[in-house]
């Protein structure tokens, strides 16, 4: 992984605000099935990874378009969690698993996403955060594309993402 790598201000469409919000708000857990129903059409199926432990979610954000919801994203601590499902090492102290990033289709390609991932990474070095970790897979490719152009590096899979072909992990010193 590279030396860290900041985004730059916050940007996107007027009118977009993000605010930090409980991970069990309604809106936000809204979006989170909205996102959930996303991908099990782009891949097929329910989504069969393990339920997240609300304990860990450290900061959860939702992005407003002139006042209405239209995106999230979370991160969880996965300090000392298993990073390579059985295989003994776990992830460093001070590392956050980006989970969740959702962007509402009629909000898509106008710097929705990208501010919510600049406004995780602020909120996250501010509690102590250093590294991000993540998951997505080959059915999105706009959002691999996203992850790369912000400094996201492939990684190894980790965790519940070791093992399936058509999952990529990133990561980023933040």
Request: proline share 6%; aromatic share 6%.
């Amino acid at each position: 992984m590279t030396a860290t790598a900041t985004l730059p201000a916050p940007t996107g469409p007027e009118g977009l605000t993000v605010d930090a919000v409980a991970w069990d708000d309604p809106v936000a857990a809204g979006l989170r099935a909205a996102q959930e129903a996303e991908m099990a059409m782009r891949y097929g199926g329910v989504d069969e990874a393990p339920a997240i432990d609300p304990r860990s979610i450290v900061v959860t954000l939702v992005a407003r378009l002139d006042g209405r919801p239209v995106g999230s994203v979370a991160v969880r601590d996965v300090s000392g969690t298993d990073d390579r499902r059985g295989r003994g090492t776990t992830h460093p102290a001070a590392t956050g698993e980006v989970k969740r990033l959702y962007v509402d289709g009629d909000a898509r390609g106008r710097g929705v996403a990208r501010r919510l991932m600049g406004e995780l990474e602020r909120s996250a070095r501010q509690v102590g955060f250093r590294r991000f970790v993540l998951e997505t897979g080959t059915a999105q490719p706009e959002a691999i594309a996203l992850y790369e152009a912000i400094g996201y590096e492939p990684i190894e899979s980790f965790g519940d993402h070791t093992g399936f072909e058509q999952q990529r992990c990133y990561g980023k010193r933040i």
